[in-house]
């Protein structure tokens, strides 16, 4: 007999340990080692079965394996999680290239996976259920669909991905970034505040793991929750996302080039200027004047909070080298809405310095910018609030003579 004909008799003599195991418990003959037994016994499964071929793992199929399994993971391990997670390592390796144990193990335990995702406390079994929920997605299209759109899952994905112990519950959200579709499908079946908290996470790969986003999906924020949205439907945390790409030399072109999103944040920003000069402390884009608001959570927390610093930062990475999008900035009258913005405001942190360094770059090799702003006060008064005077705009029109070409001022 050769060596791998002597292995799967191996696999089948364990297969039928664990059927005699419960047969056992069923009739009432039970071993204090019993449980021990079991879990050695799927231990030993789990490091043996990758050597299955495709027939041995249909004789076990068709001998109820994966109904044995069920039995053992909802009802003798119900209190123990180790040997749960380890019958669950069984399945994820035994599942491996078969498309038949793939939809049987997803039927039979897809409910169970979900219970342990949403309830478990326990980090391996919570991570295993995790891993052979996302291998099940892999396989099958519609498996996939179904869990996207399952809220409570999804969820809990989204709450343990910076946890080390859990690392597929960031495979998976790799997963989800790495192509629109899937993306979209997760999006629009949560609730608004899960959806800031999705935005939130795309903000921490875009800074961590921006490989693993896909430029489709920041053209669907883009398009889906920004172009096509009205302002009150526009949320920070999309306008973050859209700032933090377009420091990301992977989607900075595509961003840079769109003058459709330049023109909406243009209009979006004049329109929220205005709301900031109406001094009514009710408007959501008022300016908070007093620094040591910085620090207040009610600010911090705040739905506008950062909104007004990412959209000027968006106009500063967008009009660096496009001298198109420059003389937009001029022909809209965006410069001295950008010069006004040199001003302290607690509800949008570090709005002065990416107010001048927009304007830095629009002014940049663009002699009719820099005439318009050397000029600023035929064409209008500046708020008097704001930190910036004349002396400054005329030294930001003349700032290209003292930058050498290899600086880069993209950021």
């Keep these: 007999m050769s060596t791998g004909q002597q292995q799967n008799n191996d696999v089948q003599e364990f297969v039928c340990c664990i059927m005699d195991l419960k047969a056992r418990r069923l009739s009432g003959r039970s071993d204090p080692n019993d449980i021990k037994n079991a879990t050695d016994t799927f231990r030993w499964l789990r490091n043996n079965s990758p050597i299955l071929d495709n027939s041995d793992k249909c004789r076990l199929l068709d001998s109820g394996l994966i109904e044995i399994c069920s039995w053992y993971c909802n009802t003798y391990f119900a209190n123990e999680s180790l040997s749960c997670s380890i019958l669950l390592q069984f399945l994820a390796n035994f599942s491996v290239g078969h498309e038949n144990a793939q939809r049987q193990i997803f039927e039979s335990f897809c409910n169970t996976l979900r219970h342990f995702i949403v309830s478990s406390q326990d980090s391996k079994l919570l991570n295993n259920s995790m891993m052979l ?5 892999l396989c099958d299209v519609n498996f996939r669909e179904e869990i996207l759109k399952d809220v409570n899952t999804v969820q809990q994905i989204m709450t343990h991905w910076s946890q080390k112990e859990l ?9 989800i970034f790495s192509n629109s579709k899937d993306f979209l499908l997760v999006f629009t079946n949560l609730p ?26 920041i053209v669907a924020i883009r398009n889906n929750f920004f172009i096509d949205c009205v302002v009150d439907k526009i949320t920070r945390h999309v ?17 840079k080039r769109h003058t459709t999103l330049l023109k909406k944040i243009m209009d979006l920003l ?30 911090q927390t ?16 967008m009009c660096y080298n496009n001298q198109e999008h420059q003389n ?15 001003a302290f405001d607690a509800k949008n942190p570090l709005m002065r310095e990416w107010s001048l360094f927009a304007l830095r770059n629009i002014l940049e090799g663009n002699l009719d910018n820099q005439d318009f702003v050397a000029n600023i ?15 400054d705009t005329l030294k930001m029109a003349s700032i290209k003579n003292s930058i050498s070409d290899s600086d880069t001022m993209f950021i």
């Design 133 to 137: 929920l996302y291998n099940l997605c």
């Design 167 to 175: 690392e597929y519950s960031k495979i998976f959200l790799d997963s």
């Design 192 to 217: 608004d505040c899960s959806k800031d908290q999705l935005m939130d996470i795309i903000s921490v790969w875009l800074d961590n793991y921006h490989e693993e986003v896909s430029l489709d999906v």
């Design 239 to 255: 306008v973050n996302v859209l700032a933090k790409a377009s420091n990301v030399e992977k989607f900075n072109h595509e961003i």
């Design 270 to 299: 004049v329109f929220i200027h205005k709301c900031a000069k109406d001094n009514d402390d009710s408007n959501d884009f008022s300016r908070v004047k007093d620094l040591s608001a910085l620090f207040n959570s009610d600010v």
């Design 302 to 317: 705040h739905n506008r909070f950062w909104f007004k610093s990412d959209l000027i930062r968006l106009i500063a990475n």
């Design 328 to 342: 937009l900035m001029r022909s809209n009258d965006i410069i001295p809405i950008l010069l006004e913005c040199c």
């Design 377 to 391: 006060d035929s064409v209008g008064s500046i708020d008097p609030e704001s930190s910036i005077t004349l002396t």
